[in-house]
């Protein structure tokens, strides 16, 4: 059985530092590339960052870049991202994804940034 859970979200003043964790089971989770996306009230969800199977490579969407670091442990299957310089507009539900011969979704953790 397949799960994908996220955990870290919560409320940060904006400034601070958040780091998610998304630990998955039930699949190879070294065969997958690991994605966090985000969806704020009234938004479409969009992808945050991305890395790679092996962790060679990371995209970012250009409003985190510099800010967010997403990285992964294979040996323990659970992908990171650290949330450094929070702003408001971070504000969203953040997801896990796997994408590989398959397509897994964690349930979201909810990040809030305010003062």
């Known amino acids: 059985q397949v799960h994908v859970v996220e955990s870290g979200g919560g409320l940060v003043q904006p400034g601070g530092s958040l780091r998610l964790s998304c630990s998955a089971s039930g699949f190879t989770f070294s065969r997958y590339v690991m994605n966090w996306y985000r969806q704020a009230p009234g938004k479409e969800r969009e992808l945050v960052a991305r890395?790679?199977?092996?962790?060679?490579?990371?995209i970012y969407v250009d409003s985190v870049k510099g800010r967010f670091t997403i990285s992964r442990d294979n040996a323990k299957n659970t992908v990171y991202l650290q949330m450094n310089s929070l702003k408001p507009e971070d504000t969203a539900v953040y997801y896990c994804?796997?994408?590989?011969?398959?397509?897994?979704w964690g349930q979201g953790t909810q990040v809030t940034v305010s003062s």
């Open positions: 890395i790679t199977r092996l962790g060679s490579s990371t």
């Open positions: 994804n796997a994408r590989g011969d398959y397509e897994f």
